[in-house]
């Protein structure tokens, strides 16, 4: 392996344990649900999820768990 991709793989490791250095804006992503697939999406800094659960509720398992997942890389969207 080249030498400076060695370097290059550490530093991604770096990166990726230094969460802060992230900031997602947005992202599609498939749920494997208990029952069946669901497509939850960030946009704006709000979670949307085409299930049932959340249409009534505005949050559900899905997007609670990407929540969960993402913690700090997500920006908090600002009230308009």
Known sequence: MHSGMIGKI???RRYAQERDRFEIQQ?????HGDNAEHVVT?????WRCECDFFQLQDACA???ALELLTQGMVPTPVAA
């Open 10 to 12: 550490d530093k991604a």
């Open 42 to 46: 960030l946009s704006e800094g709000r």
């Open 27 to 31: 992202m599609s992503i498939r749920v």
């Open 62 to 64: 899905h997007t609670m």
